[in-house]
């Protein structure tokens, strides 16, 4: 073979090894890109699904934060039904009571808010500076037991009650002979009201419990601090003084019952 043929064949071979050179390496670039591109692919993806994990982790509080407001809410206006209940059933009862008592001919009086009967201490015959009851006005004492006996009965309605309160109360005349002076007597009026009920009702008022599982009754006296007539000049106006009050207080809520509504009302 001749030189000048063999110098042609070594550069035949030669460009021929350039090329395929050349093609291999233009496929490793390939190969590198589209790896580069998967991995950019699967970076993109993954950033997509935990931005949707995200969305769908967020969305999934929003729905649990409204269902839990919403039963805050309704829990906020089942308590304030109940609240609003109870002091109709209040009202209602201090009315039945008064209509009761006037069908007998005693006249009781009702403040506007309808959650005190008043007792003048004439209905019960108490004279002046005594706390004895006398005998020709014990129908009148049993007459007003009976009647409110009567109203918290009916449909155990006194469950809606916390208190019922016996209070005592007179006129600014000082009776400081008498041991205690006003406060003892305004108490040992209210205690001799309340002794009677126990003797001559065939129900057994103390034996009542409001709704918080408490005994419903409360005796207590005041003297002359809780006048109705802030001006005693004249004897009518002391006379008005002189009573005994029957005050209803509804369902007091608890601490925890009132962080509900707080929460309600912050809420809504």
Request: hydrophobic share 40%; no cysteine; glycine share 6%.
């Given at each position: ?201 065939p129900m057994q008022l103390g034996d009542l419990a409001g709704r918080s599982g408490e005994r419903l009754f409360s005796v207590s006296g005041y003297a002359d601090t809780r006048p109705v007539n802030a001006t005693q000049a004249t004897r009518d106006q002391r006379a008005a003084n002189r009573r005994i009050d029957i005050r209803f207080t509804e369902h007091r809520f608890s601490e925890q019952e009132l962080a509900v ?8």
């Amino acid at each position: 073979m001749s030189s000048r043929m063999l110098r042609r064949r070594r550069t035949h071979e030669g460009t021929e090894e350039t090329v395929w050179i050349s093609f291999s390496d233009l496929m490793t670039a390939l190969l590198t890109v589209f790896m580069l591109a998967a991995v950019a692919l699967v970076f993109s993806l993954t950033q997509e699904q935990d931005a949707l994990a995200q969305v769908r982790s967020e969305a999934e509080q929003a729905r649990a934060d409204a269902q839990e407001a919403q039963q805050r809410g309704d829990r906020f206006d089942a308590m304030l039904g109940s609240l609003s209940r109870s002091e109709q059933v209040r009202a209602e009862m201090v009315g039945e009571i008064r209509d009761t008592l006037a069908a007998q001919g005693i006249d009781v009086e009702v403040d506007a808010a309808r959650t005190v009967i008043r007792v003048p201490v004439e209905l019960l015959g108490f004279d002046s500076g005594s706390s004895e009851i006398q005998p020709q006005h014990e129908a009148n004492a049993v007459a007003i037991g009976t009647a409110i006996a009567d109203v918290l009965a009916m449909d155990e309605r006194y469950q809606q009650l916390d208190t019922v309160f016996v209070e005592g109360h007179t006129d600014d005349v000082p009776m400081d002979s008498l041991y205690g002076g006003n406060w003892g007597l305004s108490a040992n009026r209210a205690i001799s009201l309340w002794r009677l009920w126990e003797d001559k009702l065939p129900m057994q008022l103390g034996d009542l419990a409001g709704r918080s599982g408490e005994r419903l009754f409360s005796v207590s006296g005041y003297a002359d601090t809780r006048p109705v007539n802030a001006t005693q000049a004249t004897r009518d106006q002391r006379a008005a003084n002189r009573r005994i009050d029957i005050r209803f207080t509804e369902h007091r809520f608890s601490e925890q019952e009132l962080a509900v509504i707080r929460e309600g009302a912050d809420g809504a």
